[in-house]
């Protein structure tokens, strides 16, 4: 098994959380988003992925991309480690708040959206982050709502062992304290988060812990 991907892109980060809990090993390959104007747009890496992102996951002959989609590969592929619970309405509950992070707040967060705001869109680092937290913001009071006020969450997002959706949730956090979010307005997502950051299958993923870590 490989994975290319980028020791602070979120994308990579929540695979790596996903195969360290299912104790998946895999040779990873950095694929440095912005040395030499980015390692993505390479003719050898556009060979694996046309779309130009990470992380790209190479398995049993297969090529995977969209991480969102490898994340179901995977459940589906070893299921020995669940990162979906059981029951049809708890397993929703896990992909409506993985894709509230994954398709709403990450996407207009992502590098080549901020690399467009500051290039050709003009805007200064001080209104791109202010586009950041903007965004998060909006993102984050909502699933704060959610996830307060819902009776499927445990210790995790849903129940009591980590799913897809904290698989999701931790580098969203990471990006957004990067970027100096106050986060003394989500009390639910800190209490989340700190419960996964005592497990070791967390903290083994976290981008300062990657070797292309900067």
């Given at each position: 098994m490989d994975l290319y991907g980028f020791f602070r892109s979120s994308a990579s980060y929540r695979l790596r959380i996903a195969l360290n809990l299912k104790g998946l090993d895999r040779t990873e390959h950095s694929v440095h988003l912005r040395r030499g104007g980015g390692e993505q747009y390479s003719p050898e890496f556009r060979k694996l992925n046309p779309q130009e992102l990470v992380p790209v996951?190479?398995?049993?002959?297969?090529?995977?991309?969209?991480?969102?989609?490898?994340?179901?590969?995977?459940?589906?592929?070893?299921?020995?480690?669940?990162?979906?619970?059981?029951?049809?309405?708890?397993?929703?509950?896990?992909?409506?708040?993985?894709?509230?992070?994954?398709?709403?707040?990450?996407?207009?967060?992502?590098?080549?959206?901020?690399?467009?705001?500051?290039?050709?869109?003009?805007?200064?680092?001080?209104?791109?982050?202010?586009?950041?937290?903007?965004?998060?913001?909006?993102?984050?009071?909502?699933?704060?709502?959610?996830?307060?006020?819902?009776?499927?969450?445990?210790?995790?997002?849903?129940?009591?062992?980590?799913?897809?959706?904290?698989?999701?949730?931790?580098?969203?956090i990471f990006n957004a304290r990067r970027f100096g979010l106050d986060m003394s307005a989500y009390p639910t997502l800190v209490k989340i988060e700190n419960t996964c950051a005592a497990l070791g299958a967390f903290q083994d993923a976290h981008p300062s812990k990657q070797d292309d870590a900067e």
């Open positions: 996951l190479v398995d049993d002959g297969l090529t995977l991309t969209q991480s969102m989609a490898i994340l179901e590969y995977l459940e589906e592929r070893y299921p020995e480690v669940p990162l979906l619970p059981k029951g049809l309405g708890p397993r929703a509950e896990v992909r409506k708040l993985a894709q509230a992070i994954a398709c709403d707040i990450h996407p207009i967060n992502n590098l080549r959206v901020l690399q467009y705001l500051t290039g050709p869109a003009g805007l200064s680092e001080e209104d791109k982050n202010n586009w950041i937290l903007h965004w998060v913001g909006i993102g984050f009071r909502a699933l704060e709502t959610e996830l307060a006020r819902s009776d499927m969450r445990g210790d995790y997002c849903v129940g009591d062992s980590p799913t897809i959706a904290d698989c999701c949730l931790i580098p969203q």
